[in-house]
């Protein structure tokens, strides 16, 4: 049963604090993405590789949140330091590209108190 | 960039009835546009896509049409059931990766 795996599930911390996120692909996807959704913005792409390789970041606020692939099995995102605002659900899914299925994993509810 | 409007927000059908969400983009050159359901807890999963090459795709209740002219598609839930009360997400990419999402619409299903 093929899925996008992420971890952890839910974690609370201090503002201030650094909060890595991580992901695992589906196996054979070459595409991956990371989402963040709120109630106020919805599902807002922060970045996406491809290959591994970081196409896109422009949604992310570069001073403190930054997204890897060490290898093709994981995906990270961490923020550092993190702030209240940062409080959401970050999703990660993966997919074969060039407009096909993305395949999103059961997110990460992050909450900095 | 893209951008996606979703209308309406919330949508509330008796049950067996049919539900309509709709969406518009702006970029003339995105040709792919799926339709994602989000339940409680979980992440969105596809339920049904469709290409700029095709008018209208069908897959049992559901139902996308595509209006290139006029840049907008929807989605057609017919014979509502308890179980497609969930959030649903329009979503557009020109194929360079880059799923831009509408801001959802809250789907309930009253029995």
């Known amino acids: 049963d093929a899925r996008v795996t992420q971890t952890p599930r839910d974690k609370v911390t201090e503002m201030g604090q650094e909060v890595t996120m991580r992901c695992q692909p589906i196996?054979?996807?070459?595409?991956v993405f990371w989402y963040r959704q709120t109630m106020m913005q919805g599902l807002e792409l922060l970045a996406y590789?491809?290959?591994?390789?970081?196409?896109?970041d422009s949604g992310m606020p570069k001073d403190r949140f930054s997204a890897e692939m060490p290898d093709a099995t994981l995906a990270t995102l961490k923020i550092q330091p993190s702030e209240p605002r940062d409080s959401a659900v970050y999703f990660c899914?993966?997919?074969?590209?060039?407009?096909?299925?993305?395949?999103f994993g059961q997110g990460t509810r992050l909450t900095v108190v | 960039g893209e951008n996606v409007e979703q209308h309406p927000s919330t949508l509330s059908v008796q049950e067996g009835d049919s539900a309509v969400i709709k969406c518009t983009y702006s970029d003339s050159a995105s040709n792919y546009f799926p339709w994602y359901k989000q339940e409680l807890g979980k992440g969105p999963q596809l339920i049904i896509d469709?290409?700029?090459?095709?008018g209208e795709k069908k897959d049992q209740r559901i139902a996308v049409t595509l209006n290139k002219t006029a840049k907008h598609f929807s989605l057609h839930i017919t014979e509502t059931q308890p179980e497609d009360s969930a959030v649903y997400f329009c979503a557009a990419t020109d194929g360079n990766e880059k799923l831009t999402f509408g801001t959802g619409t809250r789907l309930t299903i009253i029995p």
């Open positions: 196996l054979g996807h070459n595409t």
């Open positions: 590789f491809r290959n591994r390789a970081p196409l896109d």
């Open positions: 899914a993966s997919g074969l590209g060039g407009g096909t299925e993305a395949f």
């Open positions: 469709i290409r700029s090459n095709v």
